[in-house]
């Protein structure tokens, strides 16, 4: 299980924000096109922890991956614990999923870059439907510093000196998920 605290933000000018994030020494990592089908596993009425469980089988070019997160979230500053495992057929995990009870509740279509700042990966994507972002994240193999309020504190200033460093306003943070971002344009 990964860490990672993260924030993303609104980009009018993809152009110019991904020239601002080489001129940090920003390594590119590699180019992505990003196919995710978010399920959801309701739970029985009278249980605890009453509501909906869900995870994410993402295509990411000829990798299949399943995700499934335990998420909290702080004006635009969002931490994840993050389980991720591979799926060798992925068409054949889909029938298994609906075999369990599993439903498809939306998809989410996302491409990109992704690049190395430091320790930072930083994400330069268009949403389908939404517009463009610069996601901003640190990963970490293990919680004990998330137990420490004053690192998630540090963490935080460090994100946000990267955003305001390529000179997006934080204003521009965006808090919702893309899920909901998206489940907000059917209705």
Do not use: C
Not at 123 to 148: C, N, P, R, W, Y
Not at 152 to 174: M, N, W
Request: glycine residues 6%.
């Amino acid at each position: 299980m990964n860490w990672e605290i993260e924030i993303k933000a609104h980009v009018d000018d993809p152009v110019e924000i991904e020239k601002r994030i080489l001129s940090l020494g920003a390594r590119p990592i590699r180019a992505y096109q990003k196919v995710d089908q978010y399920y959801e596993i309701p739970e029985k009425s009278g249980e605890v922890g009453d509501g909906v469980k869900d995870f994410r089988l993402r295509i990411d070019g000829d990798k299949a991956l399943v995700t499934f997160k335990d998420k909290k979230r702080k004006e635009g500053l969002e931490m994840n614990r993050e389980g991720e495992f591979t799926v060798s057929d992925p068409e054949m995990f889909k029938v298994f999923v609906s075999r369990i009870g599993a439903r498809p509740r939306i998809e989410k279509r996302k491409r990109g870059k992704a690049y190395r700042l430091r320790d930072l990966l930083l994400e330069l994507s268009e949403v389908t439907g939404l517009g463009f972002f610069v996601e901003i994240e640190a990963i970490f193999q293990s919680d004990h510093e998330l137990k420490d309020p004053s690192f998630i504190d540090a963490t935080e200033l460090r994100l946000f000196q990267v955003l305001d460093t390529l000179g997006i306003p934080r204003d521009r943070v965006e808090a919702r998920p893309y899920t909901l971002m998206l489940s907000e344009l059917k209705t």
